[in-house]
Every structure is written in C-alpha cells, then in structure tokens.
C-alpha cells in the first residue's frame, strides 16, 4: 500500500494502533487468568460435568469471558486487515470489510460459546 498523507487515513491508523494495544492489554490479562484456571481445574481433578456446574449462572464467569471475547473481535480484525493489505496485497477496502465480518463472526461465536456455558 502507498503511503500517503492523508489526515484522515493517519487518524484512522493512529485509532487501530491504539486499540489494538488496548485490546492486546485486556488479553494479556484474560489469558493469564484464563490459564491460571485451567491449571487450578486440572489439578483439582475437575470433571467437565463439574466445571459445567461451576460456571452454570455464574455471572462472573460470564462476564470475565464476555471481556476475552470482546477483546478477541477488537485485536483479530485490526491485525488481519493489516495482514489482508500488506501480505496478500488486498485493497484498504475488501481487507477491511473482510476483516471486520471475521471479526463479527468471532463476536458471534464467542458471545454464543459464553451463553452455552453460563446460561443454557
């Protein structure tokens, strides 16, 4: 992609850097606590069944996963657009659109997964 000097596409850029480290930050986070309790489930000989019955209506639970989730669908696209662009030569336009509905389908996926677990 040509660089060009455009105020508007450095404010667009300088918009994604930020959220994108952002985003990177919270699931810095949400890994950590995330493997931290699969490490404790796992030492604990937790069954699945158990781990379901754990996580059944827990709104915390709920809530920490609906934060990782929506930290996934904000970082993915950013970083798969500029990937779009730069890699395979995709114009600022389709690898937008195509990041941003890879993006909604993590989002869908992701918030479908938490309710399965929490609320079903």
Known sequence: MAMTS???LAATQA???YWQRIS???LALCVLLHLGVIIYAVRSGLSAAAILGRTH???L???FYVIFVLACAVH???GLGRIAEEWLGCST???QIGARLFGLLILFMGLRAVYGVVLA
């Open 15 to 17: 918009k994604h850097w």
């Open 6 to 8: 455009s105020p508007s």
């Open 61 to 63: 639970f709920g809530g």
């Open 76 to 78: 993915v696209p950013i």
């Open 93 to 95: 336009r389709a690898a």
């Open 24 to 26: 990177a930050m919270v």
């Open 57 to 59: 209506g827990s709104l």
